[in-house]
């Protein structure tokens, strides 16, 4: 793999969550972005890391951070549905 290559850290990073490697799932995103900031997809990668972590607070600023991003993006309406479903169920981004 190549170190500087986005598109590989995020393909590790599904590997990593296929294989239920949160932390390490994670880890390979935050690289992603790190490399190409403007793909905006990784928030909702990021959301179901963190969702799966339990830590719903953060994935809630993911989900959102990737409507703010890519407001009429393919995966929008799913997220704009997840993120009403979790504001009504009271969950509140981490301040």
Do not use: C
Request: proline share 7%; glycine share 6%.
């Amino acid at each position: 793999m190549e170190p500087e290559s986005w598109f590989g850290h995020y393909k590790l990073g599904l590997t990593y969550f296929a294989l239920q490697n949160y932390k390490e799932s994670e880890k390979e995103f935050r690289k992603a972005q790190d490399l190409d900031p403007s793909f905006s997809e990784i928030h909702v990668r990021l959301g179901n890391v963190y969702l799966r972590q339990q830590n719903a607070p953060k994935a809630l600023a993911e989900f959102e951070s990737y409507l703010h991003k890519d407001p009429k993006g393919r995966l929008a309406p799913r997220v704009r549905q997840v993120v009403n479903d979790m504001r009504a169920a009271g969950v509140q981004p981490p301040s």
